[in-house]
Nanobody, 119 residues
Framework: QVQLVESGGGLVQPGGSLRLSCAASGSIFSINAMGWYRQVPGKERELVAIITSSGSANYADSVKGRFTIFRDDVKKTVTLQMSSLKPEDTADYYC?????????????WGQGTQVTVSS
């Protein structure tokens, strides 16, 4: 069984920084992409940042220059470093991984962690 467990959410003031971490566990054979999505009530989940197994990263335009994603394939973790946070970054953030488990490639999601940017 695969689990993605997030940590690091919370309340931060505008302009502040926060780091989200996600650890994958289980009998995982291989991990392709890992990333972060976010969702606010009433809106669709949107991509924040994603990084491939080769280290290539893509970001939503709204977070470019402020957020950085990196991964550790030995520890099976993905981290999102968020800086210069804005109130519009407030959302539930979900860890994502496309990985091979039991011989099949599938998408997996964490349970979500809340980020609130407010003074």
């Amino acid at each position: 069984q695969v689990q993605l467990v997030e940590s690091g959410g919370g309340l931060v003031q505008p302009g502040g920084s926060l780091r989200l971490s996600c650890a994958a566990s289980g009998s995982i054979f291989s991990i392709n992409a890992m990333g972060w999505y976010r969702q606010v009530p009433g809106k669709e989940r949107e991509l924040v940042a994603i990084i491939t197994s080769s280290g290539s990263a893509n970001y939503a335009d709204s977070v470019k220059g402020r957020f950085t994603i990196f991964r550790d394939d030995v520890k099976k973790t993905v981290t999102l470093q968020m800086s210069s946070l804005k109130p519009e970054d407030t959302a539930d953030y979900y860890c994502y991984a496309h990985l091979m488990y039991s011989g099949r490639w599938n998408d997996y999601w964490g349970q979500g962690t809340q980020v609130t940017v407010s003074s």
